[in-house]
């Protein structure tokens, strides 16, 4: 398969740069064997089923984005991507020159760097004055907002770009389906018999990585770590024996279930994924999927493409951008249901 035959046309003013005023504003597209519906996300509660299963990713997104200099002088833009220890950590560097082991970063706040050395495309730092690497985060970083809202974060990001059940810090990207939900939403599903999970992803920042292979086989995913519990696992299964589904909230989500589900049934466990879902996958859990909006050429227009076919996508996102809907971290959402 060619990367290309993932494309499509977007206009720049359809990317949304800031969120809707209140989360359960967001429109919704449903695609389903009946084909293309225009919905408000509100409207969610029609495609879920009592004893369903819906499944949300309750990472917590970190104030990755840290800014300091050299000991030349030089500017530099660091990227949390994972957390080692208290005061270690995998980032990604931006610099005019790359630094080398040994080096010290000054950064924002009166906080250090030190660099370790490489791993892959990360650089391996250590913070010396920091309590922790979040507490530090916390106190100094900026959200990492995706490079295409190109704008610097403000301080309603701190807020907008974290769902609302967030509670396991370790992710510099948001799972974004989730951000549609607010609290009496989900108390909405509940009470109309929607079984409500949750698992663990960490989303690195790989997830905005362009696809740089022209063969969509040859393009491998960094890795990420997740955790699947048991409850879940539990849930799962009863709602498969009495006919129900299994319904992920976002592509972190179902990258998490369908690791956990390789022997064919979903299992209780953590671990580290680099799993790649494009056409041609068979789906072990998913049943379902809430989503946004993904970027052209991208792997997870071609997870979706998967999940749905890729000529039905295409489809659907041709009629996305005619009636003008929001794409991407802060837009619109889409339900889509798995093809037969």
Request: a negative charge; proline letters at 5%; glycine letters at 8%.
């Amino acid at each position: 398969m060619q990367v290309a035959e993932f494309d499509f046309a977007l206009p720049d003013e359809l990317i949304a740069r800031h969120p809707p005023e209140r989360r359960r504003d967001s429109r919704l597209l449903s695609l389903t064997r009946a084909g293309i519906g225009h919905h408000a996300f509100t409207d969610i509660g029609r495609f879920l089923n009592a004893g369903d299963v819906l499944v949300l990713n309750d990472t917590r997104v970190i104030p990755a984005r840290l800014y300091g200099h050299k000991e030349t002088g030089g500017r530099v833009e660091v990227l949390i991507e994972r957390l080692l220890d208290e005061r270690e950590a995998l980032c990604h560097l931006r610099a005019s020159k790359a630094p080398k082991p040994g080096n010290r970063l000054a950064l924002d706040g009166g906080y250090h760097a030190d660099v370790l050395g490489r791993s892959g495309d990360f650089f391996h730092l250590a913070f010396p004055e920091a309590d922790s690497v979040l507490a530090m985060a916390e106190q100094v970083g900026h959200m990492p907002l995706p490079p295409y809202i190109d704008r610097p974060d403000e301080a309603d990001d701190r807020e907008r770009y974290q769902t609302v059940f967030a509670r396991r810090p370790g992710a510099v990207a948001a799972p974004t389906a989730g951000l549609h939900f607010d609290g009496a939403l989900l108390d909405e599903l509940r009470a109309a018999g929607v079984e409500i999970a949750y698992l663990t992803l960490h989303v690195g920042a790989g997830t905005f990585q362009p696809v740089r292979v022209e063969t969509v086989e040859e393009h491998k995913m960094h890795s990420e770590w997740y955790e699947v519990p048991a409850a879940l696992a539990d849930q799962a299964r009863a709602a498969r024996a009495r006919g129900n589904r299994v319904v992920p909230v976002g592509t972190t989500a179902l990258r998490a279930l369908e690791s956990a589900a390789a022997s064919g049934e979903l299992e209780a466990g953590r671990g580290e994924t680099d799993i790649f879902i494009y056409p041609g996958y068979e789906f072990r859990i998913t049943d379902a999927l809430i989503t946004n909006f993904h970027l052209p050429r991208s792997s997870l227009l071609m997870l979706v493409s998967a999940l749905a076919g890729r000529e039905r996508i295409l489809a659907a996102y041709e009629e996305a951008v005619r009636e003008r809907y929001r794409f991407f971290s802060y837009g619109d959402a889409m339900y889509i249901e798995r093809g037969q």
